[in-house]
C-alpha cells in the first residue's frame, strides 16, 4: 500500500452530490474518485507548464520557425496532396 496523506477540501453541495452518487455506481469511495480527479488534472497541468516552459526555451534558444515559413511548407505539403489525388 502506498503512503498517503489527508487533505481537507471544499465542495459545492450539489457537485459533493454527484461524486457521491459516481461513488455508488462504480462502487469506489468519494475519496479515491476525487484523488484520481485532482492527480489528474495536476498532471494535465503540470505537462501544459512544462511545454510553455519548452517552447520558452526555445524561444530563447532560437529554435523556431517564422510563421511565413511554417505557412509556406504546410502550403506545399497540401498542394503535393492535392496533386496526389487529382
Avoid: C, N, W
Avoid at 457537485?15 to 479515491?32: H, I, Q
Wanted: hydrophobic share 40%; net charge negative.
Amino acid at each position: 500500500m502506498t503512503a498517503s496523506t489527508t487533505m481537507t477540501i471544499r465542495l459545492d453541495p450539489q457537485l459533493k452530490e454527484k461524486l457521491g452518487r459516481l461513488a455508488d455506481g462504480t462502487r469506489r469511495s468519494r475519496s479515491f474518485l476525487a484523488a484520481e480527479a485532482v492527480e489528474a488534472y495536476v498532471d494535465r497541468e503540470l505537462a501544459i507548464i512544462e511545454g510553455i516552459e519548452r517552447g520558452l526555451a526555445d524561444v530563447e534558444g532560437r529554435r523556431t520557425v517564422s510563421h511565413e515559413d511554417a505557412m509556406a511548407s504546410l502550403r506545399e505539403v497540401i498542394d503535393a496532396m492535392a496533386g496526389d489525388t487529382a
